[in-house]
């Protein structure tokens, strides 16, 4: 796989239009000013993290006895529960946050960016050749950089669709949500039978 190929892989994987109406979702009833603040500081701990799984992911899963497996199973279980809220809204919203309450690292860094899926996939890439650590870095930056440009650009989309609009899309993407979730949480469960 070529550095390009992995980067759109990497960008595919991410999701970053998929992704848009839970975080205008969960960022709805913060001030716009500090609404682009948290985005920044989201998308900056999602790069961390998922720098972090590129060079050392597997050591870390080795050193804790986790397997990859159980990041996907983790991962479902949380995108479940996000999934549900989205379809039947509460008054802490999608991720039971007070009004005017800000998200720190979950649901919007993990795992709606540096989700199960991109941490097993720089896993794998790492392992697949890890004389191309360059490359991969270059192919990751480049899949952030396009997922951040669309999601710091999100509040355009909430002008343009208005608030029904995105409580349509909202409920909508939360059933695609749900689905994705049991995926990757049958994913997860028949990997780990498949291996043991």
């Avoid at 720089?122 to 650590?133: C, E, G």
């Amino acid at each position: 796989m070529d550095t390009w190929s992995a980067a759109v892989t990497l960008f595919l994987i991410m999701d970053p239009l998929g992704n848009l109406p839970v975080f205008l979702s969960v960022l709805k009833k913060i001030e716009p000013k500090r609404r682009r603040i948290i985005l920044a500081r989201e998308l900056v701990f999602s790069l961390v993290i998922m720098m972090v799984f590129l060079f050392s992911g597997q050591a870390v899963l080795d050193f804790l006895s986790v397997k990859q497996q159980a990041v996907s199973i983790a991962g479902g279980i949380i995108l479940f529960l996000i999934g549900i809220r989205m379809i039947f809204p509460q008054p802490g919203g999608v991720v039971g946050l007070a009004d005017g309450e800000e998200p720190f690292l979950v649901p919007l860094a993990i795992p709606m960016i540096a989700g199960p899926s991109i941490l097993a996939a720089l896993i794998l890439l790492a392992n697949q050749d890890p004389t191309r650590m360059t490359d991969w870095s270059i192919a990751l930056l480049s899949a952030w950089g396009v997922s951040a440009a669309i999601l710091m650009f999100s509040s355009n989309l909430h002008r343009v669709l208005g608030e029904r609009g995105l409580t349509a899309i909202e409920r909508l993407m939360g059933m695609i949500l749900i689905m994705i979730s049991v995926q990757m949480f049958l994913d997860g469960v028949g990997n780990y039978y498949s291996l043991s």
